[in-house]
Every structure is written in structure tokens, then in C-alpha cells.
């Protein structure tokens, strides 16, 4: 089939990309000329594992292109994907003038019936406003149908995610984007639930706030074990076996971050607001979220004393594993609060240096390789959940630090080990 998709980020790119994989025709549009010059000339604007080889794939094969044109875009897709970014507004609520743009652009162009799908995560009712848009915009000439597919994947793991999804969401609302729709995801192997418009955009809010409830409600636990001397990984394993609740995100750390749980958190709460609910739960689940990072944060400064003119080593700064994005990175948000106490810091990602330094500029040091970030420090942190960390020569941090002292944000390395090689170790929940 041919499919256009209009924004070519984290979802965009692997949406089109994945739907080439399968045998779609797929043409990728963003407004932003320097992705699509950098995607033309075989480059990666993200680090997405698995995603460059799969890009040049489909390139080589004719299956995929790039372009900053949306009528040429338009004019190629039978089914137009909307991908662009949805951010919240100060108060919690969604700026929807990326989507409203977008679907004045599509309109512009219509010359024939087209399936429009909205990817992007957007507040319930949105179709409705996309469907208005449109035919105020085409002058009522043409015929086209609005679909909403959320989107479920993670970064890090986005090609696994696309292809194998625990199942594929398809709001409607007519028999003949059914049908298109059911095309188009022929070749995944996935329970395709074909719901109404506004069922759709509900179900990813309310899936993304309980993933988020979960990690708060874990991290209220570990406040608890660290409380009562309770091992919060015993009690998440106890908790995680029982088949009702399952064991995933349940792993206490410094919160979550991203650019999705805490913008889709607000934007829950604020559209329940408006009609008529006050959603008090989701609240108090930001707020431990927030109390989380405080938390670890005076764990840091009670051990320390005082952290001016402490040189600390920050290990991780994207939001999390496996991805090079730094949006509303909680370890981001660390090394703010303690440069901000006045701290030196020797920071490193894996994939991450290049978005970190955009954001924390000059008022850090860059570290080429994560064993020499401990040189000369008075503490290290690990902020994000690179595997790879497990692996510190913890022995040689030892010697080249001032004081052996390690907190632990993500609950990786072992307690028993790091008492054996005499180091002060301070994790979460434990
Ligand atoms: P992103 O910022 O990585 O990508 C959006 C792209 O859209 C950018 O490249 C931007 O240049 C482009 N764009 C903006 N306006 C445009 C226009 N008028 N025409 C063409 N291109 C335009 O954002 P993202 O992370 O891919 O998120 C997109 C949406 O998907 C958001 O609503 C987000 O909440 C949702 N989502 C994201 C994830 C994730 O893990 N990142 C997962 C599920 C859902």
C-alpha cells in the first residue's frame, strides 16, 4: 500500500520505516530541512537500535524516501499518517497546533479519498476537531475518513515494538477505513481492537498513566523498604509473580521521565478536568513521582554534607535505556538540581553526550569513557539503566576517586559487592 507519514521523529521515522520492512511504499515527510537532508544522505538524526540498517534496507529497495513536501507526500499515500509532537502547554494541557497545522496542510492537497491516521498522542475528541479541520479546509470537496492508531512503542526497543506489538489499537468510523486499515496491518501478527474514535485516543492516556501509576507506586514501596529495612526488589519479584499484577514496571529508581509519561500524565488530568473529573489518583502519582527525585536527591547531599565544590561522576543521562533521548531525562533533571547545590560534574552516556550537551552546555565535563568519568571524584551516580554500567571496573573507580562513594538511582549493581570492595553504596529501596 502506499502510505505517507507526516513528522519524521522517534514515531514517525520508525513507523515508516517498519511499514517499508513489510512491503509498504512509504514516503516520510518533515518540515524540519535538516532531518531530511541528513536521512537523504544515509544518516540517523536518532540513535534507535537496529533502525539505520532497516532505513538503508528499505531505501536501497525503493520502498522508502524522504521529502519536506506534504503535498508530495499527500499525493503519494492512500493512508496519510500524522506523527508530529503533541507537547504540553504550562498548564498540563496538549498544544494541538502541530496536529491543527497538519491537517490543514492534508486538506490543502486532497484530491481524492484518503485514510488519515492519527499517530500522534493526542487528548480524547481530537478526532472530531481533525474531521472538522479538514472539511473546513477542503471546502467539503473530497472524501476522506479519520482514523486514530495510537502508538505503544518505546524507544530503545521501537522496531520490536512496531512489528510485534501486544496489539494494535484502531479507532473509526467508518466500514471502509476498517477495511483499509486491516490492509495495512495485514502483515504484523498482532490483535488488531477496532474501537470508536474517541475510545482510541482514551486507551493510550489511560494505558501510559497506569505504566506510570505502576513506576510511582513501586517507588512509594521503596520509600517503605528503605523505611522498615525491606529489599524492594524482593518485594517488586513477590508482588510481580502473582499474574494480575505481572513484574514489569516495577523496578524502584529516580521516577520516570521521557517525553510521554509525564506530558500524556498532565494531559490526562487536565481533559478529565474539563469534563467534569477531578482525577485526583493521577495527581498524587506525579507528586511521588517528583518526591522521588527529592528523596534521592538529600540521600546524595545527607552522605556528602555539603555538595558545593563536590566533583561528582554522573553515570547516564538519556531517560532511560537503549536511547539517546534526554527529554525530561530525570538524570538531566539530577544534574540540574546539583549543579544548581553548587557541584562539579564529570558526566557520560553511551548515546546520549550529543542531545545532554545541547541542554547542560559548557557547565559540565564531557567524559570520553565510562570508567574514567569517576577520576578524581567524591561520588559517582548512576541516573539511567544502561546495562553496560553493571560492568564499571568498580575496582579502578576505587582508586581513582577521592572517597569511594556510589549512589545508585536504577538499582543495578549489587550491595553485597560493593560493601566487599569497601565502598559506601546508597541505592533505592534497599
Ligand atoms: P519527535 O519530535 O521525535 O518527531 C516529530 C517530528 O515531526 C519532528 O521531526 C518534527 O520536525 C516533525 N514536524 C513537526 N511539525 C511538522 C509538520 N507540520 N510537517 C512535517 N513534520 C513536522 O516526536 P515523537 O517522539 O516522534 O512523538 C510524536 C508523537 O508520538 C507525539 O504525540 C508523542 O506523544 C507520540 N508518541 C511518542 C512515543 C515515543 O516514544 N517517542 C511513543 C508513542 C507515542
Not at 539530577?334 to 560534574?345: F, M, N, Y
Not at 553511551?350 to 564531557?366: F, I, N, S, T
Request: hydrophobic letters at 40%; glycine letters at 8%; proline letters at 4%.
Amino acid at each position: 500500500m502506499k502510505i505517507c507519514i507526516i513528522g519524521t521523529g522517534y514515531v514517525g521515522l520508525v513507523t515508516g520505516t517498519c511499514f517499508a520492512e513489510v512491503g509498504h511504499d512509504v514516503v516520510c515527510v518533515d518540515n524540519d530541512p535538516a532531518k531530511v537532508k541528513i536521512l537523504r544522505s544515509g544518516g540517523m538524526p536518532i540513535y534507535e537500535p537496529g533502525l539505520a540498517e532497516m532505513v538503508k534496507r528499505n531505501v536501497d529497495a525503493s520502498r522508502l524516501r524522504f521529502t519536506e513536501s506534504t503535498p508530495e507526500g499527500v499525493q503519494h499515500g492512500d493512508v496519510i499518517f500524522i506523527a508530529v509532537p503533541t507537547p504540553p502547554h504550562a498548564d498540563g494541557s496538549v498544544d494541538l497546533s502541530f496536529i491543527e497545522k497538519v491537517a490543514r496542510e492534508i486538506a490543502g492537497c486532497l484530491t481524492q479519498h484518503k485514510v488519515v491516521v492519527d499517530k500522534s498522542t493526542v487528548p480524547v475528541k481530537t478526532g472530531d476537531k481533525v474531521v472538522e479541520t479538514i472539511k473546513r479546509y477542503s471546502k467539503g470537496k473530497v472524501e476522506f475518513d479519520v482514523v486514530s492508531n495510537p502508538e505503544f512503542l518505546r524507544e530503545g526497543f521501537a522496531i520490536e515494538d512496531f512489528l510485534k506489538p501486544d496489539r494494535i489499537v484502531i479507532g473509526v468510523r467508518s466500514e471502509r477505513a476498517v477495511a483499509v486499515m486491516r490492509e495495512l496491518y495485514k502483515p504484523i501478527p498482532a490483535p488488531l481492537i477496532v474501537t470508536d474514535i474517541n475510545s482510541a485516543e482514551l486507551i493510550k492516556h489511560a494505558a501510559n498513566s497506569f505504566l506510570a501509576l505502576k513506576i510511582s507506586y513501586i517507588n512509594a514501596v521503596s520509600a517503605i523498604c528503605e523505611a522498615s529495612g525491606a529489599n524492594v526488589i524482593e518485594v517488586a519479584n513477590g508482588i510481580g509473580m502473582d499474574a494480575r499484577i505481572g513484574r514489569r514496571f516495577l523496578d524502584a529508581g529516580l521516577g520516570y521521565g521521557g517525553s510521554c509519561f509525564p506530558k500524556d500524565l498532565s494531559a490526562f488530568i487536565k481533559i478529565s478536568e474539563q469534563l467534569g473529573y477531578d482525577f485526583r489518583l493521577l495527581r498524587e502519582v506525579q507528586r511521588i513521582n517528583s518526591d522521588q527525585m527529592d528523596r534521592f536527591l538529600k540521600k546524595i547531599i545527607e552522605t556528602l554534607w555539603v555538595a558545593k565544590d563536590k566533583t561528582l561522576g554522573v553515570l547516564g543521562l538519556a531517560f532511560k535505556q537503549n536511547t539517546d533521548d534526554v527529554r525530561q531525562s530525570p538524570a538531566i533533571d539530577l544534574c540540574q538540581r546539583l549543579l544548581e547545590e553548587g557541584a562539579r560534574l564529570r558526566v557520560y552516556d553511551p548515546q546520549a553526550m550529543g542531545k545532554a550537551r545541547a541542554v547542560l552546555k559548557d557547565r559540565v565535563v564531557y567524559v570520553d569513557s565510562m570508567d574514567d568519568v569517576a577520576i578524581g571524584c567524591d561520588a559517582l551516580v548512576i541516573a539511567t539503566e544502561w546495562p553496560e554500567f553493571k560492568k564499571l571496573n568498580l575496582a579502578r573507580a576505587k582508586e581513582v576517586m577521592t572517597h569511594p562513594i556510589l549512589f545508585d538511582g536504577r538499582n543495578l549493581l549489587d550491595p553485597a559487592e560493593l560493601q566487599r570492595l569497601g565502598f559506601v553504596y546508597k541505592s533505592i529501596g534497599r
